[in-house]
T-cell receptor, first 115, second 115 residues
């Protein structure tokens, strides 16, 4: 049973560009959350998707947007990249039962470097 | 923004010793969780303690929660070199169903266990 998979593993972009990160949740999971982790910091919640809709959102600008597909996979899009967007982006999945316990399963992350 | 702080920021011990990490938070919580992260990769859920619990055990892990002081501690007994990692506490606010799945992380403690 595959866990949460994220692609790509690493990505290098320049300021002003746009980027799309992808996440496939653990089998049986229907809820996907995205987190940004700057170097030396704890992860920060970006947003959460359930039934193809954004259910919760953290304190991130509109440059950060997302999507969830009918198969529960998800994308994170960041427009007009800034140097400060350089971070590890983590995807976490859960299902309604586990979500009630708030246990989430994390992918290995996508490391984004903005030059 | 981060929920709170973790203490110490870094901890270096010998194999066989116990490691204690502390976490403080700011708001009323539904539950508090501890996660482990190896070398800037994905996070692994370790243990969850609910706001009405005071202590919980799982293998070599012991977690305590003091809601009056808004603090928690994680004790790893008989540490091993393989325990070397970053450890994060994460809280879920007591804000009803809409809070499900939104983890607010501390800044983490870097634990190094020397063989």
């Amino acid at each position: 049973d595959a866990g949460v998979t994220q692609s790509p593993t690493h990505l290098i972009k320049t300021r002003g560009q746009q980027v799309t990160l992808r996440c496939s949740p653990k089998s049986g999971h229907d809820t996907v959350s995205w987190y940004q982790q700057a170097l030396g910091q704890g992860p920060q919640f970006i947003f959460q998707y359930y039934e193809e809709e954004e259910r919760q959102r953290g304190n991130f600008p509109d440059r950060f947007s997302g999507h969830q597909f009918p198969n529960y996979s998800s994308e994170l899009n960041v427009n007009a990249l800034l140097l400060g967007d350089s971070a590890l982006y983590l995807c976490a999945s859960s299902d309604l039962y586990d979500l009630a316990k708030n246990i989430q399963y994390f992918g290995a992350g996508t490391r984004l470097s903005v030059l | 923004s981060q929920q709170g702080e973790e203490d110490p920021q870094a901890l270096s011990i010998q194999e066989g010793e116990n490691a204690t990490m502390n976490c403080s938070y700011k708001t009323s919580i539904n539950n508090l969780q501890w996660y482990r992260q190896n070398s800037g990769r994905g996070l692994v859920h370790l243990i969850l303690i609910r706001s009405n619990e005071r202590e919980k055990h799982s293998g070599r892990l012991r977690v305590t929660l003091d809601t009056s002081k808004k603090s928690s501690s994680l004790l790893i007994t008989a540490s091993r070199a393989a325990d070397t990692a970053s450890y994060f506490c994460a809280t879920v606010q007591n804000a009803g169903g809409t809070s499900y799945g939104k983890l607010t992380f501390g800044q983490g403690t870097i634990l190094t266990v020397h063989p």
